[in-house]
């Protein structure tokens, strides 16, 4: 598994994960697939200025990405998100692909305290957020594309980088 940023030949790996109800039913529903478009252009302007990361999730001999997984930054805290289409599920690939993520935030150290609201029902997520090393805040009430959601809420605290006065 390794990550790279988002392109634009990425539009119909979007489209799928996107508009699948199925992939959709935590996150507020499928998209309308007339606006993925516009919405890959959004992400692709994002990642040229460089304020969140789109990250495609790529496997051997698999012609096209296999999932997303994304740090989104607010005021004062960071945001992880992550999806892999339905083939591709229940091989460990999220799992790695979140440590991988966290590994580069570490690395680069601009984010802060990583925060995500899987819903109380999302299994395979809560499973994630644990095995990656997050903490478990609480649950709180969330909304999401105008429905409302039980969402668990876990923060993962980037460990300090070495005290170069330590050595
Ligand atoms: C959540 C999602 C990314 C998981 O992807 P994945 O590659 O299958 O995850 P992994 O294989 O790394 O598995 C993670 C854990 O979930 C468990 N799991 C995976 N699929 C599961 C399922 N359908 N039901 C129950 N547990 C499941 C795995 O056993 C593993 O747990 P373990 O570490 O205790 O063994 C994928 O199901 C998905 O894209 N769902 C739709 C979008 C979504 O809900 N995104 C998250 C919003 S917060």
């Not at 090393?133 to 649950?139: A, N, T, Y």
Request: hydrophobic share 40%.
């Amino acid at each position: 598994m390794r990550l790279r940023d988002v392109e634009r030949n990425d539009l119909e790996v979007y489209i799928s994960m996107r508009c699948d109800p199925v992939m959709m039913a935590e996150l507020g529903g499928p998209q309308p697939r007339e606006r993925v478009p516009r919405q890959l252009e959004r992400d692709l302007q994002t990642v040229r200025d460089d304020t969140a990361w789109i990250k495609m999730i790529v496997v051997d001999d698999v012609d096209h990405a296999v999932g997303t997984v994304t740090l989104y930054s607010h005021e004062d805290s960071s945001e992880i998100g992550w999806m892999v289409l339905p083939e591709f599920q229940g091989r460990g690939l999220a799992t790695e692909a979140v440590r991988a993520l966290l590994d580069l935030a570490r690395a680069d150290g601009r984010w802060g305290p990583i925060h995500a609201y899987p819903t109380t029902t999302n299994v395979a997520s809560n499973a994630i957020c644990r095995a990656a090393g997050f903490s478990l805040r609480g649950q709180e009430e969330t909304e999401f594309a105008g429905q409302a959601f039980v969402s668990n809420h876990w923060v993962f605290n980037p460990p300090h980088p070495p005290d170069p006065r330590d050595r």
